[in-house]
């Protein structure tokens, strides 16, 4: 616990609770929360039509339910933490893992993409992201599917050892960087897209692995009874199976988040706006970033520039021998001519 971790910032402690919890449940299982949580999707389906008539642009229910997660986690933060070994950390970045099966058949492969978000996108921004990721993932596969395959090859006692191994360099904040960003698991929000399959949302199980502390499952959109002020109609509804880590957080707040993100659905006009970030560990984190990949763009130019002066030098010397050379045999032709005239 004495290593600082790349994918978060640990936190100092609202109140007494929030501190002990994470002691008496150690486990995510321990401490999983539940709620199938009903949508009306009328106002969602009104605006991807117009969308589409307008505008000629094609969402769908996944694509505005991840833009509607990035704009809650943006705006409430304190979803976007995480438990290692009791203590709480707040992450660093948004990001949102999701697995793609790349053909609807029973034989077909499974690929795990992980999109990162800033968390001030817009909708556009958001779809773009994730239809880029999964086009990249069935196309070829992805920085996660490369390191999945290097560990399946392992026989099963060298996997154990392996996974066993990247546990407990997680849980004492050992794990490398290029790990964590490789994980699946390491994520604000594992979402299942369960309506592709035709299958209404379920209760996920919950990774200990990792630092994943909630997960939505999209269910497929039906008609069913729906009370509307005091009369009961038919309304159409998706589900969302939502399963979560209460340690970071406490109920007070999960349920208000529910209330703030199910208005979301009814308000997508909002989220055609970009988002301000007022967060200081997210805004430390984007200017952290900035100035990593300003030293990475100096040390490849300074890189280029070494290369570029060896070949120059090699080049010179090269030069050099053709001109050392030509001087040698101009000096015996002139000899050889000297001899003649002689």
């Known amino acids: 616990m004495c290593f600082k971790r790349s994918d978060g910032k640990r936190i100092k402690y609202e109140d007494i609770l929030v501190k002990m919890t994470p002691h008496f449940m150690k486990t995510r299982n321990d401490a999983v929360n539940q709620i199938m949580h009903s949508v009306r999707v009328e106002d969602m389906d009104a605006w991807i039509r117009e969308k589409s008539e307008k505008e000629g642009i094609v969402f769908n229910y996944m694509h505005v339910v991840m833009a509607t997660i990035v704009r809650l986690l943006a705006t409430r933060q304190r979803l976007n933490r995480f438990v290692v070994r009791g203590a709480v950390y707040q992450r660093n970045c948004i990001s949102i893992s999701l697995t793609v099966k790349r053909s609807l058949r029973d034989e077909g492969a499974e690929s795990t993409i992980k999109v990162p978000f800033t968390g001030e996108e817009t909708i556009y921004e958001v779809k773009e992201k994730i239809d880029n990721a999964i086009k990249e993932s069935i196309d070829e596969d992805n920085k996660t599917q490369k390191v999945i395959k290097k560990l399946a090859i392992l026989p099963n006692w060298l996997l154990r050892f392996a996974i066993g191994t990247i546990k407990w360099l997680d849980n004492r904040n050992m794990l490398p960087k290029a790990l964590i960003n490789a994980s699946p698991f390491h994520t604000s929000v594992y979402v ?20 994943t502390g909630i997960f939505v499952a999209i269910g497929k959109e039906k008609f069913a009874p729906v009370a509307d002020f005091e009369e009961l109609k038919v309304g159409k509804i998706m589900n969302l199976g939502i399963t979560m880590d209460e340690r970071f957080c406490d109920g007070f707040y999960f349920a208000k988040s529910l209330r703030i993100w199910n208005d979301m659905f009814h308000n ?74 002689a």
């Open 192 to 211: 299942t897209y369960l309506k592709s399959i035709r299958c209404d949302a379920v209760f996920h199980h919950i990774y200990n692995f990792g630092t």
């Open 268 to 341: 997508l006009s909002e989220l055609e706006k970009p988002y301000k970030i007022t967060d200081n560990t997210i805004i430390n984190q984007k200017i952290k970033n900035k100035k990593i990949e300003k030293k990475k763009t100096a040390k490849q130019v300074k890189k280029t520039n070494k290369v570029t002066h060896k070949k120059n030098k090699k080049e010179v010397k090269k030069n050099n021998k053709l001109q050392k050379r030509e001087v040698k045999v101009a000096k015996k032709l002139e000899k050889k001519s000297k001899k003649e005239a």
